[in-house]
């Protein structure tokens, strides 16, 4: 009888862990082993596989926002914290509708500022069979390393106001290097670049 009640909490405690430390396992696999594996197998497609990659991430944010937003069996309370509690029904009500319209408007912004602009330009890309390109020298890049670079190109002795991004990318874009890059114009997102050699 001993050994079955050590085996009940087991269940009910250790297992929860168990269960959360895999969540975020496959949260690390999703969002950065298997996008980076995807682009390093790509070869010279290396362009096309971040195209991909990129719209995958894209397209999963508003779908996440507006699934868990508007799902009525959602919620952003977790289960044992402060408002859990008996007698906290109102607190409780009132900070996850907060929380549905933060991650609701969150989701509407994205969509409108990102995502659109984003489907537009692989609607182009169908189209021309090819991105754009574009030569420049970085003049700032704002880097969270491997995952998102923001490169802002020199227009004259100044940089530009708006940035590129690259995304999973293992290699560091040096400032003062010169570049072309494979962009999409209108969600400035970049899809490969090549160091070129300076002209001076």
């Known amino acids: 009888m001993k050994f079955r009640s050590l085996l009940n909490r087991l269940k009910g405690n250790d297992v929860v862990q168990y269960n959360d430390g895999t969540k975020w396992i496959q949260y690390v696999l999703v ?33 996440v926002c507006f699934g868990t937003s508007l799902n009525p069996g959602a ?3 977790r289960a044992g914290g402060k ?4 007698g ?18 969150f989701g509407v912004f994205f969509l409108v500022i990102i995502a659109i602009p984003f489907m537009q330009d692989c609607k182009e890309l169908a189209a021309n069979g ?9 003049g700032r890049n704002s880097a969270v ?17 708006q940035s590129y991004t690259l ?8 400032v003062g290097g010169q570049y072309e890059f494979w962009v999409l114009p209108r969600s400035r997102m970049i899809l490969m670049s090549f160091e070129v050699a300076s002209s001076g």
């Not at 009500?93 to 609701?104: A, F, N, P, T, W």
């Not at 090819?130 to 970085?138: E, F, L, S």
């Not at 390393?145 to 106001?161: D, H, I």
């Open 31 to 63: 969002v950065f082993v298997l996008p980076f594996t995807i682009i390093c197998l790509s070869g010279g497609w290396e362009w096309f596989a971040r195209l991909v990659v990129v719209s995958v991430a894209i397209a999963a944010v508003p779908i």
């Open 75 to 77: 919620t952003y309370i």
């Open 167 to 174: 995304l999973y990318a293992i290699h560091l874009l040096k």
């Open 130 to 138: 090819k991105p754009a390109r574009v030569i420049g020298t970085v």
């Open 88 to 105: 906290l029904e109102r607190p409780r009500q009132i900070v996850d509708l907060v929380m549905r319209i933060i991650v609701l408007s």
């Open 145 to 161: 390393p491997f995952l998102k670079q923001s490169v802002n190109l020199m227009q004259g002795r100044q940089c530009e106001s």
């Open 83 to 86: 408002l859990s509690g008996p």
